[in-house]
């Protein structure tokens, strides 16, 4: 900014309530209705000081005007031009963009797309109206933030604002922290990013100082007048005690100063005169830097694992989750590796045949959606690094480029343009060289280029190369050596796949874990390898401790401690039955009772007159009220645990795989309680249907697709709240009007049998248990 | 009044587990105990409420609100004036369910209950704060949209005259559900005089038809 500070304006819905707008109504309608008001509220505020303004189109979004009469840009377009033309020259007017008021999915249903497309509609508006600039501002959710600022930043030539709306917890309403927005936005390349709303000037100083450490771009702060009475709403703080309290951050590193709800242009009058004779303070440079998703920043000052697990080579069982599109599947990977210790996840999707980019965004949403980690996107395609850049939340790290110019030319842009850091493989066009030097050589280069992308050198790590050491014993050494070069030279952070070592080895384990700790020594700070081996996390906790990282040895004694409650395990009784195993929700037992089985029975004896009838039993149980659905549901898994090693022994014998039919399952449209219909599907799964599981707010348009793609027979439908229910019987009748020939079964909280006959359902599904039952009714 | 979860009611997690008797399972009253431990640990329960007088047509005095049904109407019989309040466990409780239910299905079920008692907890508690700030006024119930005849739909209303969206970080979908999941909205009579309850049971309940605690002899209290 300047060497003077940007007085920004007060509040305008409340000044407009004043002036006689109706509560409930959107104030950008005056725009069109009442100009002359809304440039009165802008006068005031320049007669006060403000030399930006923020137009009146906070919620111009197509959303929220729906029905007003008005589109986004006709108010946008007369918000700025009144807005230009009350102002005068030398004081600027920036496009406002508030939260559209809809979450994004996975908390709500907004598609980051669809959000795109919302506040490109506003901003390309507002510049073709003339605005200076536009400011995000009232965010909460980080993720809607980076959808406005790519949208602004890719379809307009305005600088651009962003403040995000905080908690005295140093969280937004989502969770979002301080250094995730600083992070997120200054790696987009925003041009100031601040705070606004929700507090008072002196609860929000502590985060305009955390801040400050985070990021070297101009501030932004326009606190609430202290908070509200909560009976009336009414804000109390004087205009002498708010601007008293701003003072502060004048030596804080803030570069523009304004008020939010409750602020008036008596509040700004106050501020200007606070800090008319103030110069901004020169700030140090922001001295904190790390990746994150939006609720958790991982810095580089120790030992941080990347987990290794979200990647299908050399896996069936991940091949065919992504093949089949089974985002449970990959969810419970990041979770398990989250659980298991893993700092970061490194997400890998390439597998022929499939469409690497739309499968990179579909499962780095569905990673984030269960998991707070930060994310590694690793590919050599760059339109599926693009499409993992654009889905993610937060700030990420790509994986990989390397010493070849195309590779370097290709990747570096989108590092830049998304602000994620990159790993950089010392391998070019003539493969990996045989010596620590000639790697070394090649980390030069790869630095050298990303410099010159504009990317810092804190964001360049790079990966010496773990080779196999039964097939080329000397190489260890080599890539000990470059990492320490590389450390000690460079002063760069490093990345190493450690599990490859031992490859083709017996015990692999104790190859692993002695060049993991070698390498940890040499300097290697970013160790990609399996959480959930315990010996390998092991060795990284007590490195951890001997680098004197882990402070007074604290998480190395809670990782054993923890370890010896878990050790009471109870042997399994040589008597037990399958029946019993699955009862009790026994996995292991069960897959084990299950093998024994198969070596004296056929497949399908094992399924029919084993696994069925244990479940059954657990179901009737359930029926009678002696057991519950907690319980019914760890008997289905165990039971699942079954199914799976028959599958497995058909597999073996490459006969066909046994399914008991196929069933479509979705929670309908506007429906987002989905826990219902996971039970269903869980329940149905481990009775060994193959459920195709659409998710929640279905278009009837897309189970009605499915149905008749998947050729099932049976159709399950959930819908929890009475206002959802007509969305069910608008699917029942597009499934009929089809002519698809199939069954549907209803279930949900306020549905009754009745209810569900009403609407043209064929059966009503009480519980998870008798859709089981319904299922063996139509299918068998 | 700080907005609180002080620990979950068992009773009411387990009715919504349909668990009957009194005697639970072991491990389902363990695991209630973990998941207690974790919400209070996750949630960030927040809270937004109003005052308004209620106007002689049913509407709440400086808003376009009027609550719809005869239910709400005898709910509010002899007050005067009304309160409006959300509560929320916010996004991180949504969260964590989410990821519970990739990772075991039967601990989710367990989880989504106890969420549920734990956000009436934090009405519950929010409740008895403004009892003790309006006393010696005299409040009724709860009443939510969806009680009764009370539309499901006049949530949103409430959300927008409360401004939830700004205030606790609580929306609506394009179909009128709130986000997070774990969020409720209710209304509270005031009046100066202690009067019956005009909630009327079991009966305007719009679960009457299926409400398995019903069925099985029992109540939810409300």
Redesign the interface.
């Known amino acids: 900014m300047e060497d003077k500070f940007i007085i920004l304006d007060g509040a305008m819905g409340t000044m407009l309530q004043a002036a006689g707008l109706?509560?409930?109504q959107s104030p950008e309608v005056w725009n069109a209705t009442d100009p002359e008001k809304v440039a009165a509220v802008h006068r005031q505020y320049v007669d006060a000081g403000t030399r930006l303004v923020c137009s009146n189109t906070f919620g111009a979004n197509r959303h929220k005007l729906a029905g007003c009469g008005y589109s986004p840009a006709e108010l946008i377009a007369a918000g700025i031009q009144l807005a230009k033309k009350a102002v005068g020259p030398g004081v600027k007017v920036a496009l406002d963009v508030g939260?559209i008021?809809?979450?994004l999915a996975?908390?709500?249903?907004l598609s980051f797309e669809e959000a795109y497309d919302i506040f490109q509609e506003m901003v390309t508006a507002g510049e073709a109206a003339g605005a200076d600039l536009v400011f995000f501002e009232?965010m909460?959710d980080l993720y809607e933030l980076k959808a406005g600022v790519l949208a602004a930043k890719e379809n307009t030539r305005l600088p651009v604002w962003a403040s995000m709306?905080f908690?005295a917890?140093g969280?937004?309403?989502?969770?979002t922290t301080v250094p995730a927005m600083a992070l997120t936005l200054g790696g987009l390349g925003v041009d100031a990013m601040g705070f606004n709303?929700?507090l008072g000037p002196e609860e929000l100083m502590p985060l305009v100082e955390e801040l400050a450490r985070w990021t070297d771009k101009p501030i932004i702060l326009k606190p609430n007048a202290g908070l509200p009475d909560?009976?009336?709403?009414k804000y109390h703080t004087t205009a002498i005690d708010f601007a008293k309290a701003m003072a502060p951050a004048a030596e804080l590193g803030v570069g523009a100063v304004g008020g939010c709800?409750g602020t008036t242009p008596d509040f700004i009058r106050a501020v200007t005169d606070v800090f008319k004779d103030k110069t901004p303070a020169v700030r140090s440079k922001a001295d904190r830097r790390g990746v994150c998703s939006a609720a958790r920043t991982v810095e580089l000052d120790g030992v941080r694992v990347i987990g290794e697990r979200i990647n299908p080579t050399g896996k069936k069982r991940f091949q065919q989750a992504l093949r089949e599109g089974d985002m449970?599947y990959i969810?419970?990977r990041a979770?398990?590796q989250q659980d298991a210790g893993a700092d970061i996840l490194d997400v890998n999707v390439g597998l022929p045949g499939l469409d690497e980019p739309a499968m990179m965004a579909k499962v780095v949403r569905a990673v984030q959606?269960?998991?707070?980690l930060p994310v590694q996107i690793d590919s050599s395609d760059p339109a599926a690094v693009e499409a993992g850049l654009r889905a993610v939340n937060g700030r990420a790290i790509v994986n990989s480029v390397n010493g070849e110019r195309a590779v370097l030319d290709a990747i570096l842009p989108l590092c830049k343009k998304y602000g994620a850091a990159v790993v950089g493989l010392t391998m070019d066009k003539n493969g990996i060289p045989p010596t620590a030097e000639g790697r070394f050589a090649i980390a030069e280069r790869i630095l050298d280029a990303a410099l010159g992308y504009g990317i810092p050198k804190e964001d360049v790590y790079i990966d010496c190369l773990t080779l196999t050491v039964s097939a080329q014993q000397d190489q260890a050494a080599e890539t000990l050596k470059a990492v320490r070069m590389v450390r000690e030279k460079l002063g760069l952070h490093t990345v190493l796949g450690v599990s490859n070592i031992s490859f083709g080895l017996p015990a692999r384990e104790h190859v692993t874990v002695s060049f993991l700790t070698q390498a940890l020594a040499a300097g290697l700070d970013l160790p990609i390898l399996n959480p959930n081996q315990a010996a390998v996390m092991d060795a990284v906790a007590a490195y951890q401790v001997l680098s004197g990282e882990d402070k007074d040895s604290a998480a190395y004694i809670e990782r054993f401690a923890a370890a010896q409650e878990t050790k009471m395990v109870s042997a399994p009784e040589a008597d037990m039955t399958l029946d019993t195993a699955i009862a009790k929700?026994m996995k292991a037992e069960t897959a084990a009772l299950t093998e024994k089985a198969l070596d004296a029975m056929g497949e399908m004896d094992v399924v029919n007159t084993l696994l069925i009838p244990a479940l059954d039993k657990v179901g009737d149980r359930y029926e009678r009220?002696e057991?519950?659905?907690?319980?019914l549901?760890?008997a289905a898994?165990a039971a699942c645990e079954g199914f799976e090693a028959v599958k497995k022994r058909i597999a073996r014998r490459g006969g066909e795989a046994v399914s008991r039919g196929k069933i479509v399952l979705a929670t309908v449209?506007?429906?987002?309680?989905d826990?219902g219909k996971?039970?269903v599907r869980?329940v149905l799964e481990n009775y060994g249907y193959t459920v195709i599981d659409l998710g929640r707010?279905v278009a009837p348009e897309t189970v009605v697709e499915a149905a008749i793609r998947e050729d099932v027979r049976l159709v399950g439908l959930s819908a929890l709240?009475?206002?959802?229910v007509p969305?069910m019987e608008k699917t029942i009748r597009a499934l009929r009007a089809s002519g698809h020939d199939c069954k549907v079964m209803v279930g949900g909280?306020?549905?009754?049998e009745?209810?569900a006959m009403a609407i043209g359902a064929d059966y009503y599904s009480r519980d998870a248990k008798q859709s089981a039952d319904i299922a063996r009714l139509v299918l068998g | 009044?700080e907005p609180r979860l002080t620990g979950i009611d068992r009773q009411e997690a387990l009715r919504y587990?349909?668990?009957?008797g009194d005697r639970p399972?072991a491990?389902?009253a363990a695991?209630l105990d973990k998941w207690e431990a974790a919400l209070l640990k996750t949630a960030?329960p927040?809270a937004?409420?109003?005052?308004f007088d209620l106007m002689p047509d049913g509407t709440l005095a400086?808003?376009?609100f009027r609550p719809a049904g005869e239910d709400i109407r005898r709910h509010l019989t002899g007050c005067d004036r009304v309160v409006l309040m959300a509560a929320t466990l916010?996004?991180?409780a949504?969260?964590l369910?989410?990821?519970t239910?990739?990772?075991?299905?039967?601990?989710?079920?367990?989880l989504?209950a106890a969420a549920g008692a734990a956000v009436e907890n934090v009405c519950d508690d929010l409740c008895a704060g403004l009892a003790a700030?309006l006393a010696p006024a005299f409040l009724t119930g709860r009443f939510s949209p969806?009680y009764g005849d009370m539309p499901?739909?006049q949530q949103g209303e409430m959300c927008?005259?409360l401004?939830t969206?700004?205030r606790?970080?609580v929306?609506?979908?394009?179909?009128?559900?709130m986000?997070?999941?774990k969020s409720v909205t209710a209304l509270i009579g005031v009046s100066d005089t202690p009067r019956e309850e005009g909630g009327g049971g079991c009966k305007n309940c719009?679960?009457y038809?299926?409400c398995g605690i019903r069925k099985a002899g029992g109540s939810c209290g409300r």
Do not use: K
């Open positions: 109706p509560v409930g939260p008021g809809q979450l996975p908390l709500g249903t009232t909460s709306t908690e917890s969280r937004t309403f989502l969770g709303c929700s909560p009976a009336t709403g709800c449970d969810m419970a979770v398990e959606s269960v998991s707070d929700g009220g057991i519950f659905l907690p319980q549901i760890n898994n449209q506007g429906d987002i309680h826990i996971n039970i869980v707010d709240m009475t206002t959802t969305a909280a306020v549905l009754t009745e209810y | 009044m587990l349909g668990v009957r399972p491990d389902v695991s960030r927040r937004v409420w109003r005052l400086g808003t376009t916010g996004a991180e949504d969260v369910l989410r990821r239910q990739v990772e075991d299905m039967a601990q989710a079920v367990i989504d700030e969806g499901l739909e927008r005259v401004d969206a700004r606790i970080g929306g609506l979908t394009p179909g009128g559900l986000t997070p999941m719009a679960q038809e299926n």
